[in-house]
């Protein structure tokens, strides 16, 4: 059993920069790929990024390439989303995921685990 914990959510304006952690239960940590989605009001969940277990592929959602970066922290059970110049559509709860499997997923449905969620509100 994994429970995920997110933090780092908030109110900034857009260009700001704002950075999402998920902290994880569990010895296990280090063999989960682990995803970051998000969920915008009226909207469905959408992929945002994913990073392996060994930290060495990462995948984004095109319309965060570039902009974000996840990466890992295997020895804290801690995985991050930084997230720089933020854009109002960006806006949406923002949510972390683990898959126990060797290779990360865009798909909700390849994931065991959920975290509650932190908000993430960009002003324009």
């Known amino acids: 059993q994994v429970q995920l914990v997110e933090s780092g959510g908030g109110l900034v304006q857009a260009g700001d920069s704002l950075r999402l952690s998920c902290a994880a239960s569990?010895?296990?940590?280090?063999?989960?790929?682990m995803g970051w989605f998000r969920q915008a009001p009226g909207k469905e969940r959408e992929f945002v990024a994913a990073?392996?277990?060994?930290?060495?592929?990462?995948e984004y959602a095109d319309s965060v390439k570039g902009r974000f970066t996840i990466s890992r922290e295997n020895a804290k059970n801690t995985v991050y989303l930084q997230m720089n110049s933020l854009k109002p559509e960006d806006t949406a709860v923002y949510y972390c995921?683990?898959?126990?499997?060797?290779?990360?997923?865009?798909?909700?449905?390849?994931?065991?685990?959920w975290g509650q969620g932190t908000k993430v509100t960009i002003s324009s």
């Open positions: 569990g010895r296990t940590f280090s063999t989960y790929a």
């Open positions: 990073i392996t277990w060994s930290k060495s592929i990462t």
């Open positions: 995921a683990a898959a126990v499997r060797t290779y990360s997923s865009t798909r909700p449905a390849d994931y065991n685990y």
